[in-house]
């Protein structure tokens, strides 16, 4: 079989050129990463998670019209992607204060917000990701005032689906952050959710106990950051109800 082209490497996933043109492979690995990659692990398993976890919510926003990067899942670990030109933004979506809003703000975590928070930060790890403002957007060109009206309808739109998923299986969606990618069909262009969406990307909390089902285990030494994440899938279905961290995780299809 011959070698695959790798396209880039980041904190958690690795990109390949993928089978046929327009198309990425993208590679869950195991890593976990906290505070820009200061700290960081190995948590075997959190690659599969993550993949099937991404793959279910992916397949579920296409359902109802909302455009993704999602083709298919290839095997455990990765999954068959269109490749897009990426914007230079992470869009968070806050729906309760926690995180830095709390930090920035002075208002207690777990505060319910008036309305969902639309934030942007630069996407740069040497910078650490700085929030910027629409004003920096448009001045230095990451994308046009109509680019960012769609940005926004699709991040809400993102979060009216996640949340009610979330909800019905207990689970409080305080935030979470997006990328979005160009695609171009001839002279036209249209935006599409991209990169993955995962416990690593949101804020999940167990809406009766608080206990918090995200990347926060990890940050803020919980407890098993893999047990977390299997306890998302196991209420969402993609893992057996009486399912339990194994260090293989055995998915269903």
């Known amino acids: 079989m011959a070698r695959r082209k790798k396209?880039?490497?980041g904190k958690a996933k690795i990109l390949y050129e993928g089978p046929e043109p327009g198309t990425i492979?993208?590679?869950?690995?195991?890593?976990?990463?906290?505070?820009?990659?200061?700290?960081?692990?190995?948590?075997?398993?959190?690659?599969?998670?993550?993949?099937?976890?991404?793959e279910y919510f992916m397949v579920g926003l296409n359902g109802i019209g909302v455009p993704t990067h999602f083709i298919k899942r290839l095997n455990m670990r990765e999954q068959l992607v269109r490749a897009c030109e990426i914007i230079p933004l992470e869009i968070i979506v806050r729906n309760y204060a926690a995180g830095s809003l709390s930090k920035r703000l002075g208002i207690e975590e777990g505060t319910a917000l008036p309305r969902p928070i639309v934030e942007y930060c630069y996407k740069d790890d040497k910078l650490g990701d700085p929030l910027v403002t629409e004003e920096h957007i448009g001045?230095?060109?990451?994308?046009?005032?109509?680019?960012?009206?769609?940005?926004?309808?699709?991040?809400?739109?993102?979060?009216?689906?996640m949340s009610g998923l979330m909800y019905g299986v207990g689970i409080r969606l305080v935030d979470f952050k997006i990328e979005v990618g160009r695609v171009y069909d001839g002279d036209y262009q249209r935006l599409i959710v991209a990169d993955e969406i995962s416990p690593d990307s949101c804020r999940l909390w167990d809406i009766e106990t608080g206990q918090k089902l995200d990347k926060d285990v990890f940050r803020h030494d919980l407890g098993s950051l893999a047990d977390a994440y299997t306890e998302v899938a196991r209420r969402l279905g993609v893992m057996p109800k009486q399912a339990t961290h194994m260090a293989k995780p055995k998915l269903i299809n």
Do not use: P
């Open 25 to 54: 492979v993208q590679y869950f690995k195991d890593d976990a990463t906290a505070f820009n990659a200061e700290k960081k692990d190995v948590i075997e398993g959190k690659g599969v998670l993550n993949n099937r976890l991404s």
């Open 139 to 161: 001045a230095f060109g990451w994308a046009s005032q109509q680019d960012m009206d769609d940005i926004v309808a699709l991040a809400l739109r993102v979060n009216d689906y």
């Open 7 to 9: 396209i880039y490497e």
